[in-house]
């Protein structure tokens, strides 16, 4: 049981602490970020699953663990990386500079444009942020230094996943194998099973993030359902046996919006469950960490968890723990999300009037700041 003990030991020197990330109530709901798990983001279309994904499980730890050792791999089915360049500087915009753009801006798109006066500080995000974790890509959009995240927009099947995953982490450490005895055809034969793997960075953290399983290329007669479970069951053995932490962005079903819901107490209290994640019961069975996110205006539903969802002029998102093997769940949370630039912030409790009146102000002040201008509140 010594590598117990040494787990154990760890733990007692702060090493399993966690990556911090933000919104910080939740990330204490969950233990931060861990090695060696599974976490399942699913929503509806347009609830900014994405969006927070981006923020929880990259950009504020990207942040707040300046001296981790952390190994992004992100395979992005639906946005190419030079959007998703676009999208993360007009975050670190807003948390370097608190300055308000949009993706729209930082590319120019239509009539919007980064003022001239910035065009400096974007500068200075490429080269403070973005590359020291993207890497940075020459003008053939070759990779031409290595950052802390690689960006696959190439779609693999699952297999292909976990092979790449698999040869990436044998330069990294030693296989262990144990011996057992069978019997084949009368005689007993010795063979060995690859029962787990020796780091030789053990402080390393290697996360996957998948956006999203569904667009994953379909192993060869595979139905979508089939497809989603194999992904789930390599995912279990390269977490088990090597330590990857996975995030699977999945979308939520139809089931939500059935009326029997949605009109229980005008859907004051509705939470998505389990059993709405899409096409596949694998997933929900091998996860570590199940969350989800709610647009209550989608329903139509004017007062949710006592907050009045149109004061939040369609910022409001209901963020849901939904199950976790490790710590308390259910658990429930709002937050103010703007797709705009990837922030989220955690909406005081309604039952603190004074606290969320602060917080009204500085949201109002936030909305009517236009685009370009320095919040100043």
Do not use: C
Not at 56 to 68: E, G, Q, S, T
Not at 91 to 103: E, H, L, N, P, R
Not at 277 to 293: C, H, Q
Not at 356 to 377: C, H, I, T
């Amino acid at each position: 049981m010594e590598d117990f003990l040494i787990r154990v030991e760890e733990g007692r020197k702060g090493l399993n602490e966690g990556l911090l990330t933000d919104p910080l109530m939740f990330a204490e709901a969950i233990n931060n970020i861990q090695k060696k798990m599974i976490y399942v983001v699913f929503a509806a279309p347009k609830a900014f699953k994405t969006k927070f994904v981006d923020s929880f499980f990259v950009l504020h730890p990207f942040l707040k663990n300046p001296d981790k050792d952390i190994e992004w791999d992100y395979f992005s089915f639906e946005i190419d990386r030079i959007n998703k360049v676009a999208d993360w500087i007009a975050f670190f915009f807003w948390t370097d500079y608190k300055i308000k753009y949009s993706s729209n801006h930082i590319l120019f798109r239509g009539i919007h444009k980064v003022k001239e006066e910035h065009l400096k500080l974007m500068d200075e995000i490429l080269a403070k942020r973005i590359i020291p974790l993207m890497g940075n890509y020459n003008a053939k959009g070759e990779k031409v230094s290595q950052g802390k995240l690689n960006f696959v927009e190439d779609r693999e099947n699952p297999t292909g996943v976990r092979n790449y995953l698999l040869s990436k982490i044998k330069s990294e450490g030693e296989m262990v194998y144990e011996e057992y005895e069978m019997e084949e055809e009368g005689k007993k034969v010795k063979k060995k099973r690859l029962t787990g793997f020796h780091h030789s960075n053990p402080k390393k953290y290697r996360i996957v993030i998948t956006d999203h399983i569904r667009k994953l290329k379909r192993e060869r007669g595979f139905t979508m359902k089939e497809n989603m479970d194999k992904y789930s069951d390599y995912q279990v053995s390269l977490r088990n046996i090597f330590g990857y932490t996975f995030v699977n962005i999945v979308h939520s079903n139809r089931a939500i919006s059935d009326t029997s819901r949605v009109s229980v107490n005008e859907g004051k209290y509705l939470t998505p469950h389990l059993d709405d994640i899409k096409d596949s019961g694998n997933i929900g069975e091998d996860l570590s960490v199940a969350i989800s996110l709610l647009n209550p205006e989608a329903y139509k539903i004017r007062n949710h968890f006592d907050y009045n969802v149109a004061e939040w002029q369609g910022m409001y998102r209901s963020l849901h723990l939904i199950a976790s093997r490790d710590t308390e769940a259910p658990k429930d949370m709002a937050l103010i999300g703007d797709g705009a630039n990837n922030f989220f912030k955690a909406l005081p409790s309604p039952t603190d009037r004074e606290a969320l009146l602060n917080f009204k102000k500085m949201f109002s002040a936030y909305r009517a700041l236009p685009f370009g201008e320095v919040f100043q509140v």
